[in-house]
């Protein structure tokens, strides 16, 4: 009699008591062993083993929905839940203890300096940025965890080799954590699930798992909690499964029910015109909505990109916040928030002062000062920065609105009325498209896609602060015109020929040193900017190819 010995993969797809588990593939790095406990990677694991289906469910949603748009199908409000909005007495959680007063916040990646920096900058909220602002290198992604497991016990103090002191002060901002999207994976763990296949990890469930396994309890006994910002959602489904993450959370680590708060940005057409189903679902865990405005643009680039001329925006700079269809959603945003107990916060200004040139810091504070008195007569209840040097101008422009209320939730916005119109008015944009405005793409999508994949995820490029939204706009901008067949309004036709010599030229002209991407980057630009088909977001092919096949 023969005996036949299954595989080690059969025997799993065999074994009822096989246990979903997750593997560590990435190369070593500090911290690893302070975050990557075996108590945290179970908890992550079973993250995994209950919602990484879904996930992958809500994402082929994505992908249907971005078809639909494409051939033609406009974006709506949703026939299916008028009774939601309808309804007038349901609320949002609101702001825990420590978020209620959100006038100024300062984004920015969690490296040691920058999150020391973020903590002595007189903000009343930091936004500690695992998403946009960070190359997802294996040694970022995992320094960063432990510099907020620092920061939350207040033991972030460092010392640099040239011996520079970098401490903290007594008085901190609220930390509010993003995690990347739903969208990206973290190829540096891998999920193994009971039938033994292998996937890459999910990179929300990472980031957010792991800060908070590590920080929950910590932050609750500082009077402060647990909190979010959600990045990318593109409708309220997506909303709903944050929403479940954060109950299996709060009963797996024994929170309070509500404790986890969470503020979604609303960067995504197609979540503009779910805002209030998004607050619905995530209504016992919500604090509010925020205007993302960078990677709004881009959303409305990547679904219209195939829809014809009348879909095509104007120069990046031309598309500002007092264009009607930004008006619009921004608009609706503080009006829904506050029906709804909402906070509603505004977004970032790229100007950014340099301390080398006064004429420079002095028109970035007058940009910056007009953008946030502008946020603020919205109604908005506080407003992002990039720079500590911004904070206090933009704690005076909401100062002179909120005098001593915390934020303006009682200005209910009766006179906001936008209609699904409104939202998809593009040529109210206006402006036009110019060889600058091309040159000016180019050239900022390669500088900062050179930036991240040496591992820096915000960079400062001609007094602006770029980040992976500003990059996206900048290629997706390329790759429309040309497909398009636009032509600038000097009569130049935007051709793949065209870019290519602009790409030639931007090469020719920087200044190179020793390991720069330069290289890389130019030809990442070529793959995401005048590929047939349209990359859906430049940040996926950069990180398979360089940060993980890299070795970082």
Sequence with gaps: MTVITPSPSRSRLTDPFARPRLEITGPDVRGAEEILTPEALDFVTDLHARFAGRRHDLLLGRQHRRDRISNGADPQFLPLTAGIRADPTWRVAGPGPGLEDRRVEITGPTDRKMTVNALNSGAR?????????MSPTWENVIGGQLNLFDAVRGQVDFTTPE?????????????????????????HLEFV????????ASASLVDAGLYLFHNAQALIDSGRGPYLYLPKLEGHLEARLWDEVFRFTETYLGL????IRATVLIETITAAFEMEEIL??????????????WDYIFSVIKNFRNRGPRFVLPDRSAVTMTVPFMRAYTGLLVATCHRRGAQAIGGMSAFIPNRRDPE????????????????????????????PDLVPVALEAFDAFLGDRIDQRDLLRSDVSVSAADLLDFRSAGGSVTDEGLRGNVSVAVRYLESWLRGVGAAAIDNLMEDAATAEIS???VWQWVHQGISTASGTPITAELVRSELAALLASVERFDGDRFDDAADLFEQVALADDFPTFLTVP??????????R
């Design 193 to 200: 699930d009971r039938a033994g296949q292998h996937g890459p």
């Design 256 to 259: 309070r029910y509500g404790t």
């Design 163 to 187: 011996g520079r002191s970098y401490v903290v002060g007594e008085q901190t901002p609220t930390i509010v954590f993003r995690p990347r999207g739903w969208h990206l994976t973290e190829k």
């Design 475 to 477: 290629r997706s901008q």
């Design 360 to 387: 420079v810091t002095a028109r970035a504070l007058e940009a910056v000062r007009s953008d946030k008195r502008r946020e603020a007569g919205q109604g908005f209840d506080g407003t992002w920065v990039a720079h």
């Design 542 to 551: 950069a990180y398979t190819q360089h940060l993980v096949a890299g070795g």
């Design 280 to 293: 619905y679902e995530l209504r016992d865990h919500c604090a509010g909505l925020n205007a993302g405005r």
């Design 125 to 133: 909220v930091w936004l500690a940025d695992h998403e946009d602002a």
